[in-house]
C-alpha cells in the first residue's frame, strides 16, 4: 500500500510538472514577441496556435484558409532557437504555396487566398548553429499567429 501511494503522488507530480510546462508554450501567442501591429481591418484569425516541436524535424500543421482573404502569418519560437523554415502546401494537390526559405527564412508572410482551402503549414526549426546535448533542448515551443482581412479590389 506504501509503494502505490508513492507512485501516485511520482505520477502526480509528474503530471503537474508536465501541465505547468505546456502551459508556458499556450501562453507564448500572447508574449511581447507576438505583439505587433498589424494594418487596420487586420482580426486574430482563429487558427492561430502554438505547440511544442522537436527540433531538425518537420512538423505539419492542417488549416483551412478561406478565400479572398489576405492574411498575415508570423513565427516564431521561445528563447530564439534559429531559423525556422516554413512552407504553406495545398492539401488538394500537394502544390507548394509558399516557403520562406526563398526569402532567407524570413519569420512572417503577407499573402492572399483566391479560393477556400485546405492547406498543410510545414514547419522545421533549422538549429544548426545551436548545440542539442541535453534532452530539454530537442522541443522548441513554436508559436504561429495569424491575421486577416477580407480583401476588396
Do not use: H
Not at 15 to 29: H, K, M, P, R, V
Not at 45 to 74: A, D, H, L, R, T
Not at 110 to 116: A, I, L, P, V
Amino acid at each position: 500500500m506504501k509503494t502505490l501511494n508513492l507512485i501516485f503522488v511520482f505520477l502526480l507530480v509528474v503530471f503537474i510538472s508536465l501541465t505547468a510546462y505546456n502551459q508556458e508554450c499556450n501562453d507564448f501567442l500572447e508574449s511581447k514577441i507576438f505583439k505587433i501591429t498589424v494594418p487596420k481591418k487586420f482580426v486574430n484569425y482563429g487558427q492561430s496556435k502554438s505547440e511544442y516541436i522537436e527540433v531538425s524535424k518537420p512538423y505539419k500543421f492542417e488549416m483551412v484558409f478561406s478565400g479572398s482573404q489576405e492574411y498575415i502569418m508570423n513565427i516564431a519560437t521561445k528563447n530564439d532557437y534559429g531559423s525556422v523554415q516554413f512552407r504553406i502546401i495545398s492539401a488538394e494537390d500537394n502544390m507548394v504555396l509558399y516557403d520562406n526559405k526563398k526569402y532567407n527564412y524570413k519569420g512572417s508572410a503577407n499573402f492572399y487566398m483566391e479560393k477556400t482551402q485546405p492547406v498543410t503549414i510545414e514547419v522545421t526549426i533549422i538549429a544548426a548553429d545551436k548545440q542539442y546535448s541535453l534532452p530539454e533542448n530537442l522541443w522548441v515551443c513554436l508559436g504561429i499567429k495569424i491575421f486577416s482581412k477580407k480583401y476588396i479590389e
